[in-house]
């Protein structure tokens, strides 16, 4: 494609998004589609002969756009909200254009140096202390994985990376809660730790990891001859946002000199706020936390933030200098590979840089608290409501949910919660995600899309009534 | 950012690309740039109020672009080609306007079965078996990484998954080439081999690991009470090239029963090539292989696929499904979310479509045989005159030279060859790298930019002759 084509083509897809963003709310948020459908409707094979952008593009919207669900939808309750701020897909878009790869300092010093800047940018942004640096991650995830692996090495002495993981007396333990994200196992997998070797430590009222039951469950383990290695908390979980708290897990993890790290991921931004601060006391004595401004935060998708007390030992154990790397800034400068899985990566600050001066931190601090105001109304409104009850507590901006129509609990229940919310989500009226907590059923209301207003919340809400009612009435009905 | 003026800056930022794109050429390829220069440019804290978007493009190009590596410019021939076509600049930004995340099918259906659809087309065009499927991931070290974990649990019948490594006396090995990308040891460490596990086995004259050697390295390994796991073979080694005899190594591998993992990041764009594929015959016999388009072929980063031939064995392996991910088409759609360390994914496969698309398969590959071409050229001319040496087999669009001046060896030899790169490096005439390969170092010339056609590397033969003779004048007059 020739730079003019480029123009003519990008002109028109910068308006063809401007336009989608603007009448976002015309679409419905998700439409059904059968499995396999959009695979059926496209060529088996690869095009032999160049096609036109506007065959790609016509295809793009009869084909594809039915099969999308529309997250940055203001009646986007689901999953968790990934902002993409627009001043972010600029800052993206200049990343992409420039086409360039981070595999050392010397292949691109502006992207190491600005990834740099927004790392500490952020860090002060959080309230965090100066001894934090950091790297942008693929992933919550991956950043999780570097620190069980860095973990791993601290208790090892770094022999297991040398020799290979060894237990034939002591196998290493991961502890986390039942709330924690799936990724923790995953990656405790991935790091050969083995699932049996993660410990679910159970939770405390409010839902926060029982300090004490942990304390209790290591002692077990060492009295059979495990030993403890590191810690996941969580600040904000995935399913209802619960907070570990991290004081009481640090004193732990100090006493048995495990490796603290801290998922931050979604509910990180609202450290932005110095009022939410309490939430997350004792990060100063974590090892690693992770915080994805491409949550929340609103950068676009891959924005995983990893910070890291003791550096040195995660690029000891993370890096690599093959020859054909070496250039003659080595040891002066930092290496972002040597913090990441890859050795390449995109010129990811841009996307950050771009979001925090367009909008800044106090545009930024604005819109999160707008969030946390909006959740704790909703909260009320539910509470209010005959049948229906809050679940969760409203730590952050998720509401968690239950209608209860008389006489119905358990696996009925159940069946009726997850009936209403998938009738819901047809409607295409709004998206609501369901979850299973302490083995029942419960609808997320997570509320943070950037253009998600409170008339967006209580239109959602009188929805949310006319779904379950309904859906109750058919129930007893049969 | 109002939808108004992201079209406002939006223009403005493509009419900024196309013209990068365009007059590139009148650039330097780098600048020299101290470290640290660019972040002491940068303000120390984030910006409380917002920015105007000009305060920022502004401060792009007076502060950032001078410390930008210009990996598009056509006079770059440096580590590897790393090739943005503008078509998949435009299928990226959809992407990122878009601002879904692909954490289940259901999160969006579009994503998921277009990423199917690319996956299997990029399969077809590269020759593979119908057998072979696939997923898109960030780089080709997860790729490797997932390969090796996936060799780990085949090995121990998914018993390290669940109980964690245990190898009092067995431990797995992992076998590659000396000239095998440093993530191979980099990934078998994360996932607990550790790297006193990890064999190199040497290499046979063309640059392919020794397959002889490789079995009898395995016999003295399982005599003394180790066991192969896995053997990551490579279709062009990032330094120089060289293709394994993947054929042969399969015999091995099959024999003792490894998982063969075909790390093909680069070099895997010329199996478009018909006339290439015996390159890489044998490749139907490996379980898992990894071709980034991100890199030759076009494609934005991230955007490397791994292929696998048992898909089952690794979903299962990296599969997950807590409770706020089950939705009612579970079992009927894939989830690519088991295929990779994330939960979520970009709209990955929109760049790649637009990018096969808007070249053709014909296009892309009449692209490829041009660089191929013009590497056997430059080979040519490089062999043809006195004093100069090209020191690989040329396989695909590398050649790795030598400058030998009379009487110059060893230590010298090896400071003259970095000086005169660099020299020529900081010219900002072109960009070359430099590499070690059996201990002595020697310069890559890597072909294969988009825009770099038989006049660039006429340019770059002359300068690399004034720069090379200008520094042994002065080395010899020191």
């Known amino acids: 494609m020739t730079p003019n084509e480029f123009r003519e083509h990008g002109h028109a897809l910068i308006d063809w998004i401007a336009t989608y963003r603007e009448k976002i709310e015309e679409r419905a948020v998700s439409r ?7 695979r ?3 060529p088996k094979a690869p095009p032999r002969q160049a096609e036109p952008v506007s065959d790609i593009m016509a295809d793009f919207e009869s084909i594809l756009l039915p099969g999308v669900l ?4 203001p009646s986007f309750f689901g999953f968790f909200p990934s902002n993409v701020e627009l001043s972010s897909v600029l800052g993206d878009l200049l990343s992409t254009g420039l086409g360039m790869v981070g595999i050392s300092w010397e292949a691109s010093p502006a992207l190491t ?7 500490d940018w952020l860090r002060q942004m959080l309230g965090l202390g100066p001894a934090w640096r950091g790297a942008i991650q693929e992933s919550a995830s991956v950043s999780t994985l570097i620190a069980i692996v860095c973990a791993r090495e601290r208790y090892s002495g770094s022999k297991y990376a040398k020799g290979g993981i060894r237990q034939p007396a002591h196998p290493g333990m991961v502890y986390t809660s039942a709330r924690a994200h799936s990724s923790v196992g995953k990656t405790a997998m991935i790091a050969g730790f ?3 070797h993660i410990r679910i430590v159970p939770i405390q009222p409010g839902g926060s990891l029982d300090a004490k039951r942990l ?3 290591i002692n077990e383990d060492i009295a059979r001859g495990a030993r403890p ?5 969580t600040t904000g979980a995935t399913a209802n946002t619960a907070m570990d708290d991290i004081d009481a897990i640090a004193d732990v993890a100090q006493e048995c000199g495990m490796w603290l790290h801290v998922d931050a991921a979604m509910g990180g931004a609202a450290m932005l706020l110095p009022e939410c601060r309490p939430g997350w006391e004792g990060i100063e004595r974590a090892d690693s936390i992770v915080v994805s401004p491409n949550k929340w935060l609103g950068a676009a998708f891959d924005s995983s933030m990893m910070f890291v007390r003791d550096h040195e030992h995660l690029t000891k154990v993370m890096g690599t200098c093959p020859s054909y790397l070496r250039t003659p800034t080595d040891g002066k400068v930092t290496q972002l590979r040597d913090w990441s899985i890859p050795t390449g990566r995109r010129f990811r600050a841009l996307k950050l840089w771009f979001l925090i001066r367009e909008q800044g931190v106090d545009g930024l601090s604005k819109r999160i608290r707008r969030d946390l105001v909006n959740a704790r109304r909703l909260a009320q409104l539910v509470d209010a409501e005959p049948g229906w009850h809050v679940v969760n507590k409203i730590t952050l901006q998720t509401v968690c949910v239950r209608h209860e129509p008389p006489g119905v609990s358990g696996a009925e229940l159940d069946e009726h919660t997850r009936a209403w919310v998938q009738a819901l989500n047809e409607s295409g009226k709004a998206y609501l995600t369901a979850a299973q907590v302490d083995d029942a059923w419960m609808v997320r209301v997570s509320i943070g899309v950037l253009g998600t207003q409170w008339h967006h919340i209580e239109k959602l809400w009188a929805d949310m009534r006319a779904y379950a009612g309904q859906n109750a009435r058919l129930a007893l009905a049969a």
Do not use: F, K, N, S
């Open 32 to 38: 059904t589609i059968e499995p396999g459908a959009i």
């Open 40 to 42: 059926a409707a496209l």
């Open 70 to 73: 529309h997250w940055q939808h």
């Open 113 to 119: 140096e600005l990834e740099e800047t927004c790392v």
């Open 194 to 196: 083995g699932t049996d």
């Open 215 to 217: 304390r209790a469950m």
């Open 229 to 233: 290695v590191a810690i996941i908390a």
